[in-house]
T-cell receptor
C-alpha cells in the first residue's frame, strides 16, 4: 500500500510568515510522529500522536510550533512567525503501535527554507 | 535522558568491501530497542536493522549485521559486500520501552557513507 506522504515537498517562506506542513500517515496507523532535521544534525523529536490520547508535545521548541491530527489520520504542523532557525527538513512518521516495538515508517519530508 | 553518539561524520568504502559504522549510546534503562536507519538523497528514512536489548544474539539482515555490546553501550553496523546503492546517511537510533516516555526515537547525528568503484 501507499507509504507516508508529506506536502509540500519544499517550502520557501519569508521570515515572519506562518507555514503549514501536512502529513498523511499509512492507513490504519494509529501513531504519528513529527521530527525536525536541521542541516548536519540528526533528527529531533517534536510531537507524538497516539489514537485519541492527548499528544506528547514535549519536543516542540517554542509556542510558535503547534500540530493537530484530525480524525486520527492526517496531521498538520503549523509554524507561526517563522524564523531563519526554523529552516530544516520536517519529517513525519507513522506506526501501527499495536505494541511499543512497532517500526516507524517515515515520509520523504518537507524542506522548509525561511529567508 | 538518552543520548546517541555517532563519532564518524563520514566514511568511505570500496564496492564489494566491508565497512563498519560506529554508534554508542547512553542510558540508565535495561530494556530498549536500537535501530539503524538509512537516508538516501530522497530524504526518506528507511529502516535497515533493529536490535532488542534483551537479545544477546546480534541482528542480521542480508548484508547488514550489528555488533551489539550492551555493557559497553555500543551498537555498530557492518555492511558486507558494499554496493553503490548503499551510499547514504546512516543514523543510529534508540527507543525506550518505558510506558509514558512516548515512543519517540532518539537519533545520532549520522554518518555519511560513500561507496567508490
Amino acid at each position: 500500500g501507499a507509504g507516508v506522504s508529506q506536502s509540500p515537498s519544499n517550502k520557501v517562506t519569508e521570515k515572519g510568515k506562518d507555514v503549514e506542513l501536512r502529513c498523511d500517515p499509512i492507513s490504519g496507523h494509529t501513531a504519528l510522529y513529527w521530527y525536525r532535521q536541521s542541516l548536519g544534525q540528526g533528527l529531533e523529536f517534536l510531537i507524538y500522536f497516539q489514537g485519541n490520547s492527548a499528544p506528547d508535545k514535549s519536543g516542540l521548541p517554542s509556542d510558535r510550533f503547534s500540530a493537530e491530527r484530525t480524525g486520527g489520520s492526517v496531521s498538520t504542523l503549523t509554524i507561526q512567525r517563522t524564523q531563519q532557525e526554523d529552516s530544516a527538513v520536517y519529517l513525519c512518521a507513522s506506526s501501527p503501535d499495536r505494541v511499543v516495538t512497532d517500526t516507524q515508517y517515515f515520509g520523504p519530508g518537507t524542506r522548509l527554507t525561511v529567508l | 535522558a538518552q543520548t546517541v553518539t555517532q563519532s564518524q561524520p563520514e566514511m568511505s568504502v570500496q564496492e564489494a568491501e566491508t565497512v563498519t559504522l560506529s554508534c554508542t549510546y547512553d542510558t540508565s534503562e535495561s530494556d530498549y530497542y536500537l535501530f539503524w536507519y538509512k537516508q538516501p538523497p530522497s530524504r526518506q528514512m528507511i529502516l535497515v536493522i533493529r536490535q532488542e536489548a534483551y537479545k544477546q544474539q546480534n541482528a542480521t539482515e542480508n548484508r547488514f549485521s550489528v555488533n551489539f555490546q550492551k555493557a559497553a553501550k555500543s551498537f555498530s553496523l557492518k555492511i558486507s559486500d558494499s554496493q553503490l546503492g548503499d551510499a547514504a546517511m546512516y543514523f543510529c537510533a534508540y527507543r525506550s520501552l518505558i510506558t509514558g516516555t512516548a515512543s519517540k526515537l532518539t537519533f545520532g547525528t549520522g554518518t555519511r557513507l560513500q561507496v567508490t568503484l
